[in-house]
Every structure is written in structure tokens, then in C-alpha cells.
């Protein structure tokens, strides 16, 4: 199995995951030319995708689906809400509904040898998910935009091999930053984004001796830097007796603008 990010931050995310002969992309917050400019980058073609799945309506998540899906018509997998907002918006263009498959929360689903399961998140969106994806030897987890993480989804999420994991925001930085404040109060609510301290506690709960990759992602362009995120986290597994070097676990921070964590389990 392989991740690799295309890009991942607070204004565009698009995850590329492979496993034998199945390609999938897990959101398109891009441009359709940055989609295919990313996936060249990682040797793939559009083409080669056989799905993309969708985590939630937010244009960050779903900017490029219109023309990509004109360009090379994939299945969709997304929920109920996060399809008809798509389907209705102007932005999205006309695209062929057939190719749109609709998934519940909780539900597994097969694309190609990859078995997935939707994982219901806590954001301010029509009915928002985060994936698990498995091969039968491997799985990873594209896990963002969340202002809270429930049981449900730390039993879930044992047992990985690698994660994408949402590091968003510092506190301090956010508090004290030009932001006015009904914006500040959405992204630290419990339907806004996990902080880096969050992601630190998250990963904390679901660490397991399968894990070897961690990839910080959806970083915020104004109330996070890649540095801090990597200390923050580190220091809270840190704090709850996770030495990631002694089990020899690897983070990377995503990049916000362009392909990086290019990883292979």
C-alpha cells in the first residue's frame, strides 16, 4: 500500500492511495490541472484512478470534481448530503450522476482490492466522513476535518499502519491571530478542526505497534507551521509515554502546496 498527498492543507486537500492495481484519490480540493500535475509527480495517470471519495462538501474537499470527472469519469463515493450539495452546485458543473455511489457512515465498501470503511467525523458539514482503508496486509486512514474525535472512531481507527491525521491549528496562535472572532469560535467548536494538541491526544488513543507512518495534514496557512505541529504532536505522545523513535515510528508533515510524504508500507 502507498500514500502519498498531493496536497493537504486548510485551502485544498487531495490524497492519493495505491494498493496493487486499485488507485484511489481521497478528496479533490484542487484544480483539476493541480490533480493531474500531482498525480504525474507520483507516477500515476488520472486515467489509472478507479475512485474518488469524498470526505465532505467543503470546497476544499470537492474544488476540482467537476472538471476532473469530465475529463475522466470515476465512481464517487460520498454520503447522501455531501452528494446532493455537489450535484446542486453551480461550481461543480454538469457531471454524469450515475457516476456517484452513495455510502452510509459506518458502511464498508470494496474499490478494487481495497476494502473501506466511512467513519462519521464531527464538522460543520451535511453529513461528513473520514476513511479507513485496507488491502489484507495493510491499512492507512485519511482522517481531517473533525472538531472532535468520539469512541466510535478511535475503535475504528486501531490496528493502522499509517495514518493522514489532522493537525490544524495552535491554540495560541489561533487565539491571538487576525481572525475575527465567529471564525475562531468554529474551527476550536466540537464541529471545527482538531488542534495540534488534539491530534496528539487522538494518535495517543490508537498508537499501536502496527503503526510506522504518521502524516500530519490539513494544516491551517495562518494559525500553524509545520514545525510546531511536528514538536506539538510529538511532545504530546510524549507526554502519555509514546517514544515514537523507539518504536521506530515516522512523522511528516504534509505540504500545503504541493506534493509530499510519499510513503510505502
Not at 33 to 38: F, V
Not at 103 to 111: N, W
Amino acid at each position: 500500500m502507498e500514500i502519498a498527498s498531493i496536497c493537504s492543507g486548510s485551502s485544498g486537500n487531495c490524497i492519493l492511495v495505491k494498493s496493487g492495481d486499485t488507485n484511489i484519490l481521497v478528496d479533490v480540493g484542487i484544480s483539476n490541472k493541480r490533480i493531474e500535475d500531482g498525480l504525474d509527480f507520483f507516477g500515476t495517470s488520472p486515467n489509472e484512478i478507479d475512485a474518488i471519495l469524498i470526505t465532505h462538501e467543503h470546497s476544499d474537499h470537492i474544488k476540482g470534481i467537476g472538471v476532473f470527472l469530465r475529463a475522466h469519469p470515476v465512481s464517487v463515493y460520498a454520503t447522501r448530503g455531501t452528494i446532493d450539495y455537489i450535484l446542486s452546485s453551480s461550481s461543480t458543473g454538469e457531471v454524469d450522476e450515475e457516476l456517484f455511489e452513495e455510502i452510509e457512515s459506518g458502511e464498508e465498501f470494496f474499490v478494487g482490492d481495497i476494502k473501506i470503511n466511512a467513519i462519521s467525523t464531527s464538522h460543520d458539514a451535511s453529513d461528513s466522513v473520514c476513511y479507513r482503508l485496507d488491502d489484507g496486509e495493510k491499512s492507512c486512514a485519511i482522517v481531517t476535518d473533525l472538531g472532535y474525535y468520539h469512541d466510535e472512531l478511535v475503535s475504528s481507527l486501531m490496528d493502522l499502519n499509517a495514518i493522514l491525521i489532522e493537525a490544524n491549528h495552535d491554540l495560541k496562535m489561533l487565539e491571538v491571530g487576525p481572525y475575527p472572532y465567529h471564525l475562531k469560535s468554529r474551527i476550536w467548536s466540537d464541529i471545527g478542526h482538531l488542534s495540534n494538541e488534539a491530534c496528539g491526544q487522538l494518535l495517543s488513543e490508537i498508537i499501536s505497534d502496527r503503526m510506522q507512518y504518521i502524516i500530519l495534514g490539513h494544516l491551517s496557512k495562518d494559525n500553524n507551521y509545520p514545525e510546531l505541529a511536528f514538536e506539538t504532536v510529538r511532545n504530546e505522545l510524549m507526554f502519555n509515554d509514546i517514544d515514537i523513535n523507539k518504536m521506530e515510528i515516522e512523522i511528516q508533515v504534509a505540504r500545503r502546496d504541493q506534493p509530499s510524504c510519499d510513503i510505502i508500507l
